[in-house]
């Protein structure tokens, strides 16, 4: 290659690098700027507490400087669940709170009502608000259907396991009676059989002894089975106490569950409407307000 070419591969090389320097420096100047903005709209978000204007900054590209910095004792933190909180009980003033879960998860109950438990979660990081799943599920097991049924299939269930119980117990003298008497039996057919064993016949008779063993192994393990039914008091009374127990529970939840829908049905106009009404404040919390320009 000639001087003259090497000279221009160079100056070309040259100008390309320069290109692309040229290039990388007005990107990062670019985010370096946009960095500044965000952090100066972030400090005047802060400081006249806009709260769309927080999450937009803050959940944004810059959250992991901003929790490094800005939020290292929870300081953000503490002025969102605080911004919300006022919000939410402006809103539904016969919410009560009950728990602070952490600096940004919260838990309300539904007015004073002395059985009433935490039912509603509010997440100041995201935000969110929502019904707290366990009870959530509790709501669709026992909440009345939409024709003003409530739920009995658990407690049928359940009372249906106490009168098995009993039923067992009258039944368990026979049954064992029953599998005595059919063990009698296999354990005659099985010595018969092998009275027959002999040298040259013993697979066969192995082959005619394996139902045998089979039906006697499964009547053994039924056998074990209905044995605390006849002679284990203790075993019947304790089992009868468990089904009582929990029928009991399930009764109560439904009775709470009861009154937590006739509040619901109050102060909101029912679960759907709570919904409605929990989605409907949230999106209006997180709509940024325009300022009314004012004249000097």
Known sequence: MTDEANQNQFHSVTQSSESTFADIKKVASDNIGQMLQDLQAFEIAIKFEKIPEIYRIYNGRLHDELDRTSNQN????????????????????????????????????????????????????????????EIDGEWQRFMRDS????????????????????????????EIAKIDEELRELKNKEA??????????????????????????????????????????????????????????????????????????????????MSEQLTSFLAEYLTPFEEVPTND
Not at 204 to 223: A, M
């Open 192 to 273: 018969a059989i092998e009275n027959t064993k002999g040298f040259f016949n013993r697979s066969k008779v192995d082959e005619e002894l394996e139902p045998i063993l089979r039906r006697r192994e499964e009547l053994e393990t039924k056998r074990e089975e209905w044995l605390p039914y006849l002679d284990n008091m203790d075993f019947t009374k304790n089992s009868k106490l468990q089904i009582q127990q929990q029928i009991k529970q399930l009764r109560l939840k439904r009775a709470i569950v009861e009154k937590e829908s006739r509040l619901l049905q109050k102060y909101f106009g029912g679960p759907e409407a």
């Open 74 to 133: 929870h300081e953000i933190d503490r002025l969102l669940a605080q911004k919300l909180h006022d919000s939410f009980m402006a809103k539904f003033p016969f919410m009560v709170h009950a728990e602070k879960v952490s600096e940004t998860m919260n838990y309300y109950k539904l007015s004073e009502y002395y059985h009433q438990r935490p039912v509603i979660g509010l997440d100041s990081s995201i935000p969110e608000i929502f019904v707290i799943p």
């Open 147 to 174: 024709e003003g049924n409530l739920p009995d299939e658990e407690i049928i269930t359940v009372e249906n396991q106490m009168n098995e119980l009993d039923a067992k117990n009258i039944s368990a003298k026979t």
